[in-house]
Protein backbone atom coordinates (compact mmCIF):
# COMPACT_ATOMS: atom_id res chain seq x y z
CA UNK A 1 0.00 0.00 0.00
CA UNK A 2 1.26 3.51 -1.04
CA UNK A 3 3.23 5.60 1.42
CA UNK A 4 2.21 8.75 -0.51
CA UNK A 5 -1.84 9.74 -0.28
CA UNK A 6 -1.66 13.19 -1.88
CA UNK A 7 0.79 13.38 -5.05
CA UNK A 8 0.76 16.03 -7.37
CA UNK A 9 1.92 15.32 -11.10
CA UNK A 10 3.28 18.13 -13.03
CA UNK A 11 3.15 17.75 -16.68
CA UNK A 12 0.37 14.98 -15.84
CA UNK A 13 -1.80 15.46 -19.70
CA UNK A 14 1.22 14.05 -21.49
CA UNK A 15 1.76 10.97 -23.01
CA UNK A 16 3.23 9.10 -19.73
CA UNK A 17 1.29 11.51 -17.49
CA UNK A 18 -1.85 10.28 -19.22
CA UNK A 19 -1.27 6.73 -18.31
CA UNK A 20 0.88 7.33 -14.76
CA UNK A 21 -2.36 8.86 -13.16
CA UNK A 22 -4.78 6.49 -13.62
CA UNK A 23 -2.25 3.76 -12.46
CA UNK A 24 -1.87 6.16 -9.04
CA UNK A 25 -5.42 6.54 -8.94
CA UNK A 26 -5.66 3.00 -8.30
CA UNK A 27 -3.33 2.81 -5.48
CA UNK A 28 -5.92 3.01 -2.30
CA UNK A 29 -6.38 6.30 -0.61
CA UNK A 30 -4.47 8.03 -3.18
CA UNK A 31 -5.56 11.71 -4.38
CA UNK A 32 -3.93 13.28 -7.17
CA UNK A 33 -3.41 16.90 -8.03
CA UNK A 34 -2.80 16.90 -12.06
CA UNK A 35 -1.17 20.04 -13.37
CA UNK A 36 -1.03 20.81 -16.89
CA UNK A 37 -1.78 23.00 -20.06
CA UNK A 38 -3.47 20.56 -22.19
CA UNK A 39 -5.51 17.55 -20.50
CA UNK A 40 -6.53 15.81 -23.80
CA UNK A 41 -5.47 12.88 -23.44
CA UNK A 42 -6.04 12.04 -19.87
CA UNK A 43 -9.49 10.88 -19.97
CA UNK A 44 -9.64 9.29 -16.45
CA UNK A 45 -12.27 11.75 -14.27
CA UNK A 46 -13.32 11.24 -10.59
CA UNK A 47 -13.28 12.83 -6.88
CA UNK A 48 -9.78 11.90 -6.00
CA UNK A 49 -8.72 13.20 -9.36
CA UNK A 50 -7.87 17.75 -9.10
CA UNK A 51 -6.60 19.29 -12.71
CA UNK A 52 -4.89 22.11 -12.54
CA UNK A 53 -4.93 23.59 -15.95
CA UNK A 54 -1.52 26.17 -16.07
CA UNK A 55 1.64 25.55 -16.15
CA UNK A 56 4.07 24.79 -13.30
CA UNK A 57 5.34 28.71 -13.14
CA UNK A 58 1.43 29.80 -12.34
CA UNK A 59 1.84 32.40 -8.98
CA UNK A 60 1.69 30.25 -5.61
CA UNK A 61 1.14 27.01 -7.36
CA UNK A 62 4.23 25.18 -6.26
CA UNK A 63 3.97 26.07 -2.82
CA UNK A 64 0.04 25.09 -2.75
CA UNK A 65 1.63 21.93 -4.07
CA UNK A 66 4.33 21.70 -1.38
CA UNK A 67 2.14 22.34 0.92
CA UNK A 68 -1.12 19.67 0.52
CA UNK A 69 1.19 16.99 -1.01
CA UNK A 70 3.80 14.26 0.22
CA UNK A 71 5.04 13.77 -3.00
CA UNK A 72 5.75 15.33 -6.08
CA UNK A 73 6.14 13.80 -9.71
CA UNK A 74 7.95 16.09 -11.83
CA UNK A 75 7.50 14.97 -15.69
CA UNK A 76 7.80 18.52 -17.52
CA UNK A 77 10.24 18.87 -20.32
CA UNK A 78 10.49 20.00 -23.66
CA UNK A 79 11.71 16.21 -24.70
CA UNK A 80 11.18 16.72 -28.46
CA UNK A 81 14.42 16.01 -30.34
CA UNK A 82 13.97 18.88 -33.14
CA UNK A 83 14.23 21.32 -30.97
CA UNK A 84 17.24 20.41 -28.66
CA UNK A 85 19.51 22.82 -31.55
CA UNK A 86 16.06 24.65 -32.87
CA UNK A 87 15.44 26.23 -29.85
CA UNK A 88 17.75 25.50 -26.98
CA UNK A 89 17.10 28.03 -24.76
CA UNK A 90 13.28 27.00 -24.48
CA UNK A 91 15.06 23.55 -23.70
CA UNK A 92 17.27 24.23 -21.26
CA UNK A 93 15.00 26.81 -19.37
CA UNK A 94 11.85 23.95 -19.23
CA UNK A 95 14.51 21.13 -18.64
CA UNK A 96 16.51 23.10 -15.43
CA UNK A 97 15.51 26.94 -14.93
CA UNK A 98 12.10 26.30 -14.37
CA UNK A 99 12.36 23.35 -12.13
CA UNK A 100 14.88 24.79 -9.82
CA UNK A 101 12.32 26.42 -7.24
CA UNK A 102 10.42 23.29 -7.33
CA UNK A 103 13.75 21.08 -6.29
CA UNK A 104 14.16 24.13 -3.52
CA UNK A 105 10.85 23.87 -2.04
CA UNK A 106 10.60 20.22 -2.08
CA UNK A 107 13.61 20.33 0.13
CA UNK A 108 13.13 23.49 2.36
CA UNK A 109 9.21 21.74 2.66
CA UNK A 110 10.68 18.16 3.41
CA UNK A 111 7.82 16.96 0.60
CA UNK A 112 9.35 13.76 -1.47
CA UNK A 113 10.70 14.13 -4.92
CA UNK A 114 9.98 12.06 -8.00
CA UNK A 115 11.89 13.30 -10.98
CA UNK A 116 12.33 12.45 -14.43
CA UNK A 117 15.10 12.96 -16.19
CA UNK A 118 16.52 10.99 -19.42
CA UNK A 119 18.97 8.49 -20.66
CA UNK A 120 19.97 11.13 -22.87
CA UNK A 121 22.25 12.52 -19.97
CA UNK A 122 24.60 9.33 -20.62
CA UNK A 123 25.74 10.96 -23.83
CA UNK A 124 27.08 9.61 -26.89
CA UNK A 125 28.00 6.23 -25.41
CA UNK A 126 28.78 4.27 -22.92
CA UNK A 127 31.94 4.51 -21.38
CA UNK A 128 33.25 4.35 -17.59
CA UNK A 129 34.96 6.58 -15.64
CA UNK A 130 38.46 5.56 -17.08
CA UNK A 131 36.81 6.53 -20.37
CA UNK A 132 36.27 2.83 -21.21
CA UNK A 133 33.52 1.30 -23.62
CA UNK A 134 30.62 -0.35 -21.25
CA UNK A 135 28.32 -2.39 -23.32
CA UNK A 136 25.19 -1.19 -20.84
CA UNK A 137 24.69 1.97 -19.36
CA UNK A 138 24.80 1.75 -15.40
CA UNK A 139 23.53 4.84 -12.90
CA UNK A 140 26.32 4.51 -10.49
CA UNK A 141 29.19 3.66 -12.96
CA UNK A 142 28.85 5.54 -16.62
CA UNK A 143 30.20 8.56 -16.96
CA UNK A 144 28.05 11.00 -18.83
CA UNK A 145 29.96 11.81 -22.36
CA UNK A 146 28.41 14.86 -24.08
CA UNK A 147 29.38 16.62 -27.31
CA UNK A 148 30.79 20.38 -27.78
CA UNK A 149 28.69 22.96 -27.08
CA UNK A 150 28.29 23.85 -30.63
CA UNK A 151 26.41 20.86 -31.03
CA UNK A 152 23.47 22.38 -29.79
CA UNK A 153 21.78 18.92 -29.69
CA UNK A 154 23.18 18.30 -26.22
CA UNK A 155 21.16 21.10 -24.56
CA UNK A 156 18.79 18.68 -23.26
CA UNK A 157 20.93 16.13 -21.71
CA UNK A 158 23.19 18.88 -20.26
CA UNK A 159 20.17 20.68 -18.56
CA UNK A 160 19.17 17.42 -17.41
CA UNK A 161 22.19 16.31 -16.08
CA UNK A 162 22.68 19.71 -14.35
CA UNK A 163 19.24 19.23 -12.23
CA UNK A 164 20.06 16.02 -11.59
CA UNK A 165 23.36 17.29 -9.69
CA UNK A 166 21.20 20.23 -8.03
CA UNK A 167 18.86 17.58 -7.09
CA UNK A 168 21.77 14.74 -5.82
CA UNK A 169 23.30 17.73 -3.51
CA UNK A 170 20.48 18.92 -2.12
CA UNK A 171 19.55 14.83 -0.86
CA UNK A 172 23.19 14.73 0.18
CA UNK A 173 23.26 18.06 1.85
CA UNK A 174 19.83 19.28 2.53
CA UNK A 175 18.17 16.49 2.99
CA UNK A 176 15.98 15.75 -0.07
CA UNK A 177 14.31 12.76 -0.12
CA UNK A 178 14.35 12.37 -4.10
CA UNK A 179 14.25 9.11 -7.26
CA UNK A 180 15.63 10.50 -10.21
CA UNK A 181 14.26 8.02 -12.93
CA UNK A 182 16.22 8.10 -16.15
CA UNK A 183 13.51 6.58 -18.68
CA UNK A 184 14.89 4.71 -22.49
CA UNK A 185 12.74 5.53 -25.14
CA UNK A 186 9.30 4.63 -23.61
CA UNK A 187 6.34 4.47 -26.27
CA UNK A 188 2.90 3.22 -26.04
CA UNK A 189 -0.50 4.30 -27.52
CA UNK A 190 -1.10 8.19 -27.02
CA UNK A 191 2.36 9.11 -27.81
CA UNK A 192 3.73 12.12 -29.16
CA UNK A 193 1.30 14.00 -31.78
CA UNK A 194 0.92 14.19 -35.63
CA UNK A 195 2.04 17.72 -37.63
CA UNK A 196 -0.76 19.55 -38.22
CA UNK A 197 -3.45 18.05 -36.84
CA UNK A 198 -2.59 18.02 -32.99
CA UNK A 199 0.66 20.08 -33.24
CA UNK A 200 3.69 21.43 -35.38
CA UNK A 201 7.10 20.93 -35.78
CA UNK A 202 8.87 16.81 -35.67
CA UNK A 203 7.82 14.94 -33.08
CA UNK A 204 9.80 11.94 -31.44
CA UNK A 205 10.72 9.32 -34.56
CA UNK A 206 8.00 6.38 -33.54
CA UNK A 207 5.46 9.51 -34.44
CA UNK A 208 7.75 10.63 -37.52
CA UNK A 209 7.39 7.30 -39.03
CA UNK A 210 3.40 6.65 -38.19
CA UNK A 211 3.25 10.24 -39.38
CA UNK A 212 4.52 8.90 -42.73
CA UNK A 213 2.62 5.91 -42.60
CA UNK A 214 -0.61 7.42 -42.43
CA UNK A 215 -0.15 9.91 -44.80
CA UNK A 216 1.34 7.32 -47.55
CA UNK A 217 5.11 9.38 -47.74
CA UNK A 218 8.17 8.29 -47.19
CA UNK A 219 9.83 7.31 -43.96
CA UNK A 220 13.20 9.22 -43.72
CA UNK A 221 15.79 7.55 -41.93
CA UNK A 222 18.20 9.91 -40.84
CA UNK A 223 22.00 8.80 -41.66
CA UNK A 224 20.42 5.64 -42.69
CA UNK A 225 18.62 4.71 -39.33
CA UNK A 226 21.84 2.69 -38.25
CA UNK A 227 21.08 4.46 -34.29
CA UNK A 228 20.31 1.52 -32.35
CA UNK A 229 17.70 2.48 -28.92
CA UNK A 230 16.06 -0.14 -26.75
CA UNK A 231 12.11 0.43 -26.49
CA UNK A 232 10.06 -0.36 -23.53
CA UNK A 233 6.34 -0.33 -23.12
CA UNK A 234 4.50 2.51 -21.39
CA UNK A 235 3.23 -0.32 -19.36
CA UNK A 236 6.19 -1.64 -17.95
CA UNK A 237 7.21 2.07 -17.55
CA UNK A 238 4.66 2.79 -15.66
CA UNK A 239 4.29 -0.24 -13.46
CA UNK A 240 8.12 0.24 -12.63
CA UNK A 241 7.34 4.01 -11.42
CA UNK A 242 4.55 3.09 -9.60
CA UNK A 243 6.65 0.67 -7.47
CA UNK A 244 9.19 3.64 -6.98
CA UNK A 245 6.26 5.71 -5.36
CA UNK A 246 5.07 2.58 -3.10
CA UNK A 247 8.62 1.96 -1.83
CA UNK A 248 9.82 4.79 -0.41
CA UNK A 249 12.73 3.67 1.45
CA UNK A 250 14.22 1.03 -1.51
CA UNK A 251 14.14 3.96 -3.76
CA UNK A 252 15.55 7.10 -1.72
CA UNK A 253 18.47 8.76 -3.05
CA UNK A 254 18.91 6.37 -6.10
CA UNK A 255 19.11 7.48 -9.75
CA UNK A 256 16.92 4.32 -11.53
CA UNK A 257 17.32 3.41 -15.48
CA UNK A 258 13.96 2.18 -16.24
CA UNK A 259 13.98 0.51 -19.55
CA UNK A 260 14.25 -3.01 -21.82
CA UNK A 261 17.40 -3.99 -22.87
CA UNK A 262 16.02 -6.87 -24.89
CA UNK A 263 14.24 -4.47 -27.46
CA UNK A 264 17.46 -3.16 -28.12
CA UNK A 265 16.93 -2.44 -32.43
CA UNK A 266 18.65 0.34 -34.90
CA UNK A 267 15.67 2.87 -35.96
CA UNK A 268 15.94 1.25 -39.47
CA UNK A 269 13.90 -1.83 -37.77
CA UNK A 270 11.53 0.20 -35.62
CA UNK A 271 10.36 1.48 -39.17
CA UNK A 272 10.31 -1.82 -40.53
CA UNK A 273 8.36 -3.40 -37.80
CA UNK A 274 6.21 -0.41 -37.78
CA UNK A 275 5.12 -0.63 -41.46
CA UNK A 276 5.04 -4.41 -41.28
CA UNK A 277 2.30 -4.18 -38.38
CA UNK A 278 0.53 -1.15 -40.50
CA UNK A 279 0.58 -2.96 -43.83
CA UNK A 280 -1.23 -5.52 -42.13
CA UNK A 281 -3.61 -3.48 -39.72
CA UNK A 282 -4.64 -1.74 -42.81
CA UNK A 283 -3.91 -3.69 -46.28
CA UNK A 284 -5.05 -1.47 -48.83
CA UNK A 285 -2.31 1.20 -48.27
CA UNK A 286 0.31 1.56 -50.18
CA UNK A 287 3.31 -0.14 -49.80
CA UNK A 288 5.95 1.61 -47.20
CA UNK A 289 9.09 3.48 -48.96
CA UNK A 290 11.79 4.26 -47.17
CA UNK A 291 14.88 7.62 -48.07
CA UNK A 292 17.89 8.29 -46.11
CA UNK A 293 18.94 12.03 -44.76
CA UNK A 294 21.38 13.43 -43.36
CA UNK A 295 20.55 14.59 -39.75
CA UNK A 296 22.13 18.03 -40.94
CA UNK A 297 18.84 18.44 -43.48
CA UNK A 298 16.53 16.68 -41.39
CA UNK A 299 17.36 18.45 -37.95
CA UNK A 300 19.40 21.13 -38.72
CA UNK A 301 23.33 22.28 -37.82
CA UNK A 302 24.19 21.27 -34.34
CA UNK A 303 22.43 18.17 -34.41
CA UNK A 304 24.23 14.95 -32.76
CA UNK A 305 23.24 11.71 -31.81
CA UNK A 306 23.86 8.70 -29.45
CA UNK A 307 24.76 5.63 -31.48
CA UNK A 308 23.55 3.07 -28.96
CA UNK A 309 21.92 3.38 -25.76
CA UNK A 310 21.68 0.11 -23.54
CA UNK A 311 20.13 0.32 -19.89
CA UNK A 312 21.48 -1.86 -17.15
CA UNK A 313 18.64 -2.50 -15.50
CA UNK A 314 19.87 -4.63 -12.34
CA UNK A 315 19.79 -1.56 -9.69
CA UNK A 316 15.38 -1.69 -10.23
CA UNK A 317 15.29 -5.39 -10.06
CA UNK A 318 16.92 -5.46 -6.53
CA UNK A 319 15.59 -2.46 -5.60
CA UNK A 320 11.72 -3.05 -7.05
CA UNK A 321 11.53 -6.37 -7.86
CA UNK A 322 10.92 -4.85 -10.86
CA UNK A 323 10.91 -6.75 -14.94
CA UNK A 324 10.01 -5.42 -18.39
CA UNK A 325 8.19 -8.15 -20.15
CA UNK A 326 6.55 -6.34 -23.63
CA UNK A 327 8.74 -7.03 -26.15
CA UNK A 328 8.78 -4.78 -29.48
CA UNK A 329 6.95 -6.90 -31.28
CA UNK A 330 4.19 -7.63 -29.16
CA UNK A 331 3.98 -3.41 -28.11
CA UNK A 332 3.14 -2.68 -32.13
CA UNK A 333 -0.27 -3.52 -32.62
CA UNK A 334 -1.78 -1.61 -30.06
CA UNK A 335 0.44 1.53 -30.99
CA UNK A 336 -0.44 1.43 -34.58
CA UNK A 337 -4.47 0.67 -33.66
CA UNK A 338 -3.94 3.57 -31.74
CA UNK A 339 -2.80 6.10 -34.23
CA UNK A 340 -5.03 4.62 -36.85
CA UNK A 341 -8.08 5.29 -34.60
CA UNK A 342 -7.14 8.47 -33.53
CA UNK A 343 -5.87 9.94 -36.81
CA UNK A 344 -6.92 7.55 -39.82
CA UNK A 345 -10.24 9.75 -40.04
CA UNK A 346 -8.61 12.97 -39.46
CA UNK A 347 -5.86 12.55 -42.94
CA UNK A 348 -8.73 11.86 -44.97
CA UNK A 349 -7.84 9.11 -47.43
CA UNK A 350 -6.02 6.41 -45.81
CA UNK A 351 -8.43 3.41 -44.94
CA UNK A 352 -9.86 2.29 -41.61
CA UNK A 353 -7.90 -0.92 -40.18
CA UNK A 354 -9.92 -4.07 -39.73
CA UNK A 355 -11.49 -5.01 -36.62
CA UNK A 356 -9.38 -8.06 -35.69
CA UNK A 357 -6.17 -5.24 -35.48
CA UNK A 358 -7.27 -4.49 -31.63
CA UNK A 359 -6.46 -8.07 -30.96
Same mark, same amino acid.
Given at each position: ?????????????????????????? #???????????????????????????????????? /?? =????????????? %?????????????????????? #???????????? @??????????????? #????????????? /??????????????????????????????????????????????????????????????????????????????? =????????????????????? *?????????????????? %???????????? =?????????? @?????????????????????? *??? /??????????????????????????? =?????? /??????????????????????
Amino acid at each position: MSSARSIAVLGAGGFIGSHLVPALLA #LPGVQVEAVDRDFRKLDVEGPALRRHVCSIDAPGLL /DD =LCQRCELVVSLTA %LCTPALYNTDPLAVIDASYSHL #LPLVERCSARGV @RLLHFSTCEVYGRLA #LDSAGAPMQHMRE /DETALFLGPVARERWSYACAKQLLERVIWAHGQHRGLDFTIVRPFNVIGPRMDFIPGVDGEGVPRVLACFMNALLRGEE =LLLVDGGRQRRSFVSIGDFVD *GVVRIVERPAAARRQIVN %LGHPGNDVSIRE =LGEALAREYA @RQVPAAPSARFRTVSSAEFYGE *GYD /DSERRLPDVEKARALLDWEPRATLRGM =LPEIVA /DYVKRYGPLLGEQPRAEQTAHA
